[in-house]
């Protein structure tokens, strides 16, 4: 898609998930089509905002309980980028959830992303020109996430969908993009295995030689003033 082009959906249509798939869920953009699975209005307004579920306020309580799945195509040809992407993730809930909010700044402990003592391990991409990719598997109860083209920004996004009791800054410093494998359990597994691969802290350090440090500052916020399931269609 042309990097200047702003889309929208031409069509989507959202249902709401069946609870039958809990581990089916996922953010797909191919081409023209959109298709996203298994996502609470708060997953929806973190993808779109890039933000932590912390910084969203005043939701109702379905916001996130009840997930959601859509399909849909652009109304621009070609595939968005991440920044496409999200911009027609911020038309859909304007359109179908009728939401509005404003920003405001609060003081909230956060997880400061920062280069680990000896470096980052971080391989350059060999595909600078291409759009960032995302993918995560389970291998057991491990994790395994792979990010082609990264930039850091891109890093902080799918972090914040790592279930962390903080939002997230980036101040690495660092401007390039890369070709990132994370294989991290989550806690509450590792509880069940303890031959699993470490936690998200550990393995980030290991094996990015990124670190997690915590600090507080004012952090934005987007609190909702008005929001309403979307019908199904």
């Known amino acids: 898609m042309a ?3 702003h889309p ?8 709401l998930h069946d609870p039958n798939y809990p581990r089916r869920q996922g953010w797909n953009f191919i081409g023209s089509r959109v298709k996203i699975d298994n996502q609470t209005l708060t997953s929806l307004m973190m993808y779109a905002f890039s933000i932590d579920p912390h910084q969203v306020v005043d939701a109702p309580e379905w916001a996130s309980k009840t997930a959601f799945d859509v399909e849909g195509v652009t109304d621009t040809p070609g595939e968005p980028n991440r920044v496409q992407q999200q911009e027609m993730i911020q038309k859909l809930l ?20 920062q280069v680990a003592k000896g470096g ?5 991409t060999a595909h600078p020109q291409r759009q960032s990719t995302q993918r995560g598997r389970y291998e057991g109860a491990t994790l395994v996430l792979t990010m082609g083209s990264a930039t850091m920004s891109d890093f902080v ?4 969908f790592a279930g962390l009791d903080r939002p997230l800054i980036d101040r690495t410093g660092l401007k390039g993009q ?5 294989r991290y359990t989550p806690e509450e597994s590792r509880n069940t295995d303890p031959n699993a691969a470490p936690g998200i802290f550990t393995a980030i350090q290991e094996q990015l030689g990124l670190k997690l440090q915590p600090v507080k500052g004012p952090v934005d916020v987007l609190v909702i003033d008005r929001v309403e399931r979307p019908s199904e269609n």
Request: aromatic share 12%; charged share 25%; no cysteine.
């Open 120 to 124: 980052p391990k971080l391989t350059p």
């Open 178 to 182: 890369y070709d990132i494998t994370l």
């Open 3 to 5: 990097a200047d082009a």
């Open 157 to 160: 996004l799918d972090m914040q």
């Open 94 to 113: 304007a359109d179908r959830f009728g939401l509005k909010f404003h920003r405001e700044q609060r003081p909230l402990n956060v997880y400061a992303i």
């Open 8 to 15: 929208s959906f031409a069509v989507a249509t959202i249902k």
